[in-house]
Every structure is written in structure tokens, then in C-alpha cells.
């Protein structure tokens, strides 16, 4: 996609990505590797797009600035964040970009490098007072990768994040389509606003009616017609009635 060159424009991951070909290309490396992961946009949020189940138990050992790390090596033009853990356990962070710009990372599942270091996990899970069998389970399907494995996951990302960026004529239609809904959000709300004027316009003259025929024009006082009805209601809800009558 063409874009004028020292136009600053704030991309939004959703409008210059096709979301499916993301979850697909997602969903395929999972097939090939095992590897599970979830998408955030440049402002944190996590887009509902996850590639079958990412594995929090192991946030449990504190490593909690792992994503503010991989972010950071990112904002340096790393074409990869790699965050270093527990025992060989190895964070990744794929970056989003368009046109240079970061737009949102791709953060896999923690895998090992090498090898995994059982004992070094077993103590901290006991200081977690974490089930030992989950524990046996966790390490078990945690993958374990070579350092050459994470350049060829950098490559299969880098490939395909480009298939996923929507073409030109995808992103203009989809402006288009924005254009329009917009258009007629306006057109609804400028109806709402002469419904309202319309509405409140009859509510005065239906007041107006309302007070000459029940109020005396003169006093200003409830005159015969509303005293009628006010006696006509009584009687229906069998309410008594007290008349004063004065020579």
C-alpha cells in the first residue's frame, strides 16, 4: 500500500490488516510449532483474535515487564523482541508494522531455549503453592526451540504479516464504507434533532389548548370544564365527594 512519504497518519492495526488472514496466519504457525500466541494493538488492548489458548500460569514467577521489555527493543528497531525468564524460558514479541510504523505485536506463548530447567520452575511453583501435576503437564507442552528457530520464526511472521495487509483498494473501500456510515449517522441524527424540535413544539400547543380549556382566561383559575372532569373522575374510582356551597 502507497503512502505519501512524511505524511504522518496514526494506523489503527484493525483498518490496515486483514483480521482474518491474521488469525490464519496465526492458527498456521500454531499447526507447524505448537507455539500459541495473541495480538495487541500500539495501545495494549488485545484483539480477540487468539490463536487457540495462551498460557498465563508461568506470569505466576513475576516476570510482569516482560511485554514493556519486548516492546522496548521493538521501539528500537528490533525486527524482534526477545525477553529472557526463568530457567531458559524465552518471551517473543513479532512486530505489526506498516510503512515502518509499529501498529501492534504479535507476543507468543513462553517456549524454552535449549533446554528447559525443570528444577529451577519446581521451586518456584512450590513457593506458588501450584498443583505439581499441572506443573509436570505445563513443562511437558511448553516447546523447546533453538536459538536459529527464533530467525526462522522472525521470517515466517515478517512473510506473512505482508499477505496480511490489506491492498489498497481493500483499505479505500473500507474508508469508503466508514465514509458512508458516518454520512448517514449524521443524516440520522440531524432527524432525531427535528423529531425532538417537532415533539416539543406539539407539547406547547397541547398545552396551550390544554390551559384555555380547562383555566379561565380572566383569573387564571380552574374553570367549569375541569371541574367536571375532576368530579367524573372521582366517581369512577369511588372516590367521595365534598361540595361547599356558598350564598
Given at each position: 500500500m502507497r503512502m505519501k512519504v512524511g505524511a504522518h497518519m496514526a494506523f489503527v492495526l484493525a483498518d490496515m490488516i486483514n483480521i482474518s488472514e491474521?488469525?490464519?496466519?496465526?492458527?498456521?504457525?500454531?499447526?507447524i510449532t505448537s507455539i500459541a500466541c495473541y495480538v495487541k494493538d500500539i495501545s495494549g488492548e488485545i484483539l480477540n483474535i487468539n490463536s487457540q489458548k495462551y498460557i498465563h500460569i508461568f506470569d505466576k514467577l513475576g516476570d510482569n515487564k516482560k511485554e514493556e521489555y519486548i516492546l522496548n527493543q521493538?521501539?528500537?528497531?528490533?525486527?524482534?523482541?526477545?525477553?529472557?525468564?526463568?530457567?531458559?524460558?524465552?518471551?517473543?514479541?513479532?512486530?505489526?508494522?506498516?510503512?515502518?510504523?509499529?501498529?501492534g505485536t504479535i507476543f507468543l506463548n513462553p517456549v524454552f531455549i535449549e533446554k528447559s530447567d525443570k528444577d529451577c520452575f519446581k521451586v518456584k511453583f512450590e513457593e506458588s503453592n501450584f498443583d505439581?501435576?499441572?506443573?509436570?503437564?505445563?513443562?511437558?507442552?511448553?516447546?523447546?526451540?533453538?536459538?536459529?528457530?527464533?530467525?526462522?520464526?522472525?521470517?515466517?511472521?515478517?512473510?506473512?504479516?505482508i499477505l496480511a495487509q490489506k491492498t489498497e483498494d481493500e483499505f479505500i473501500?473500507?474508508?469508503?464504507?466508514?465514509?458512508?456510515?458516518?454520512?448517514?449517522?449524521?443524516?440520522?441524527?440531524?432527524?432525531?434533532?427535528?423529531?425532538?424540535?417537532s415533539e416539543r413544539q406539539l407539547r406547547s400547543k397541547y398545552d396551550g389548548i390544554k390551559k384555555l380549556a380547562y383555566y379561565d382566561q380572566l383569573t387564571n383559575l380552574p374553570n367549569w370544564n375541569l371541574f367536571k372532569k375532576e368530579v367524573e373522575k372521582r366517581i369512577e374510582k369511588n372516590q367521595g365527594i365534598i361540595f361547599l356551597y356558598s350564598k
Open positions: 491474521l488469525k490464519n496466519l496465526m492458527e498456521r504457525f500454531y499447526s521493538i521501539r528500537n528497531e528490533s525486527k524482534i523482541g526477545v525477553f529472557k525468564g526463568y530457567g531458559n524460558l524465552v518471551y517473543i514479541g513479532i512486530p505489526i508494522t506498516i510503512n515502518e510504523e509499529h501498529i505439581e501435576r499441572k506443573y509436570k503437564l505445563l513443562i511437558k507442552n511448553t516447546p523447546v526451540i533453538s536459538e536459529r528457530y527464533i530467525e526462522k520464526i522472525t521470517q515466517f511472521f515478517h512473510y506473512g504479516l473501500m473500507d474508508l469508503d464504507i466508514n465514509k458512508k456510515l458516518n454520512q448517514s449517522y449524521v443524516e440520522l441524527f440531524g432527524i432525531y434533532e427535528q423529531l425532538c424540535a
